[in-house]
């Protein structure tokens, strides 16, 4: 068994980012800026988006944090973004999700520029990444899997994958990626879902099961065969009086005993959460370079 080590691989995508920008530094040319927008106090949120911004600092990047009190109108909010997408020095513009209730999510993304859409959750990019075009911005989470795939050299063509979870920021699209004719990809998709008959049978066939459904230690060993590449997408807090947080983070998959079936298999945390970073930094390259 061999453990896809996400915190190493983004590490390493991180450092070219770093060299890459400080070469654009060095040359004068503008160096990639982020807004991150963060609307209440949700406690994982403001985790993951504080992550994004120190992250933005330690390879170079801008970045801006705009913070918005839970109440904060949905008007409001729309005109921060229509700022934003005009802002010349902005080339990234990112919300953290979920929003409160009263702020419908579908009218937040699609009110994002679709060249500064760096979370590629805006539907000219799904649409683009689904045509397979290159300038699409694939959304961060899947990428962050396709990236980890690739350094790591795991063989997908022509494999069986099977995607437990079918949310349109994780499960939807990762089923197109990998069933794409390219590297990683190739594969012969089966997409699951809560309304999924048999889907241990299912899970036993799959060379490559990636399980994004939430619901902490979902996939058994008893669903795995010997030699499958398990992907752990799952984060899912759970109160733990030992840690100093008070909570724990537990993934959708059995590691303990899966393990040791697996030929690789993420681990979390450490696994898919720092590749959602690394796909969020190259993306925001991305809009950097296009548009300057
Ligand atoms: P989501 O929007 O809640 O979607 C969950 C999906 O799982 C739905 O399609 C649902 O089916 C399916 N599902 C639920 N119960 C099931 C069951 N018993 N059997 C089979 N399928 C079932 O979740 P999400 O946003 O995709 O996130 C999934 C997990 O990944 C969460 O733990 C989340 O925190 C984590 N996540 C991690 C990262 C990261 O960077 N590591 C990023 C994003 C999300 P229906 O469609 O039929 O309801």
Redesign the pocket.
Known sequence: MQLLDGKKTAKSILNTLKIDVAQRATTGKKVPHLAAILVGTNG?SQT?ISSKVKTCHDIGFRSTLIHFEEDVSELKLLEKIEDLNEDMAVDGILVQLPLPAHIPEKKVIEAIAPSKDVDGFHPENIGRMILGEEDAFIP??PY?IMLLLEHNRVATKGKHAVI????????RPMSILLSNNSYPGNCTVTL?????EN?KEICLQADIIVA????PG?LKEDMVKNGAVVID????RIEDESKKSGYSIS??VDFENVAPKCSYITP?PG???P???AALMKNTYKACVDRN
């Open positions: 994982a993951y961060a989470t962050g437990i979870g079918r949310s349109n920021i994780v499960g699951c879902h809560s309304k999924t889907i994004a459904l939430g619901i979902f997408v799952g984060i899912t993934g959708d979390v696994g898919v959460g590749m959602t970073i």
